[in-house]
């Protein structure tokens, strides 16, 4: 067989593992920890996330068991039938959320939102990123 005629992944397992990958490392859970729970290598979870090994029903309920999310959560903002997004979403509707949840600054800012409980200073700390985003908007470099 022609190394160039292998199977591409599907652009929904590519999802679903990108999503796996995300609510992961939101909880600050390694591919090893995660592999150890589910009694495989990190290896399979590096295949998954990849979407290059598709996961199947049983091991995505116990994956989402484990990482605390409903099932759904990995299929949110899942490409259609024909590989494009979802109706409703931009190309790249989920990319650059999905890409920042999954920098540095991203977990640690999303590790350390989560932990605060009152539903008022949340609500502060989202009302001044917004003030800040906007001012870096209107002021040109």
Do not use: C, W
């Not at 890409?99 to 350390?112: C, H, K, P, T, V």
């Not at 009152?118 to 040109?140: E, M, N, S, Y």
Request: glycine letters at 8%.
């Amino acid at each position: 067989m022609n190394k160039n005629n292998k199977k591409k992944p599907n652009p929904i397992d590519i999802h679903v593992g990108s999503r796996i990958r995300l609510r992961r490392n939101m909880l600050g859970v390694s591919q090893e920890k995660l592999g150890d729970s589910l009694g495989i290598t990190f290896q399979q979870i590096q295949k998954y996330e990849k979407g290059t090994n598709r996961v199947g029903a049983s091991r995505l309920q116990a994956i989402a068991s484990i990482l605390n999310a409903p099932v759904s959560f990995f299929f949110e903002g899942a490409p259609g039938e024909d590989g494009l997004p979802a109706p409703g979403l931009q190309e790249d509707g989920t990319a650059y959320v999905a890409d920042f949840l999954n920098s540095s600054e991203g977990i640690q800012l999303n590790r350390a939102f989560v932990k605060i409980s009152d539903p008022k200073v949340r609500r502060k700390i989202l009302d001044l990123v917004k003030a800040l985003a906007a001012d870096a908007a209107a002021t040109p470099e």
